[in-house]
């Protein structure tokens, strides 16, 4: 597609519900980045794959927070048992290249998670 | 204290204003440094990157580096009301793949 495509653009949880959050990157784009937006803060880094792989996971804030991209393309980042924190803005970003220094991100609408 | 620090605004302008916005950062090795413009309710857009001290220009836009005191700046001449949007800083670590952000500044260009 033309840019990044995040799905759903809104999801109100309720708390302890578990969620899933999909990103449709741009097509032949090989890193993939997900971060966490809390309100009138700067987006906080979360997990990084390089295709299929997932290299870094440093950012992820519990064991509750999973994400993977099983064929080097879609991603998901799943978060179980929501809790009132977990609510931000999730953003994922997509880049063409690979290693190196990726700083030719696209990013996503991003999605809006509430917990209730 | 984090990273990578901005005042988070609001900053109001009129239209055809020059706009200083301004991060710190604390990790003498970093190198690079983005500027990202962020619209309501949508995600973060690259505008500017540069390399290690001095000034970088694209059209109304110039970004200014200056590692002697971690200072990063975005100037934008002839402020017009599109430019209304939070502004970012950030900078990669040294694998780039991760960026750190600054908390943004929000500004707003009145007509």
């Known amino acids: 597609g033309a840019g990044v495509s995040q799905s759903p653009r809104y999801k109100v949880a309720k708390r302890g519900q578990d969620v899933a959050l999909r990103c449709d990157p741009i097509s032949g784009h090989v890193s993939l980045f997900w971060y966490q937006q809390a309100l009138g803060q700067g987006p906080e880094f979360l997990t990084y794959f390089q295709n299929e792989a997932q290299l870094d996971k440093s950012g992820l804030p519990s064991d509750r927070f999973f994400a993977e991209r099983p064929e080097g393309s879609v991603s998901t980042l799943k978060i179980q048992r929501t809790q009132q924190e977990d609510s931000a803005v999730y953003l994922c970003?997509?880049?063409?290249?690979?290693?190196?220094?990726?700083?030719?991100?696209?990013f996503g609408s991003g999605t809006r998670l509430t917990v209730v | 204290q984090k990273e990578v620090e901005q005042d988070p605004g609001p900053l109001s302008v009129p239209e055809g204003a020059i706009v200083s916005l301004n991060c710190t950062y604390s990790?003498?090795?970093?190198?690079?440094f983005m500027w990202y413009r962020q619209y309501s309710r949508k995600g973060p857009e690259l505008l500017m990157y540069t390399y290690s001290s001095g000034n970088k220009e694209d059209g109304r836009f110039t970004a200014q580096v200056d590692k002697s005191s971690k200072y990063i700046s975005l100037f934008i001449r002839d402020s017009q009301p599109s430019d209304s949007a939070t502004y970012l800083c950030?900078?990669?670590?040294?694998?780039?793949?991760?960026?750190?952000f600054g908390g943004g500044t929000r500004l707003m260009v009145k007509p």
């Open positions: 990790n003498s090795a970093f190198q690079y």
């Open positions: 950030a900078t990669p670590n040294n694998a780039g793949n991760m960026l750190t």
């Open positions: 970003a997509s880049s063409l290249v690979g290693g190196e220094l990726n700083y030719g991100y696209t």
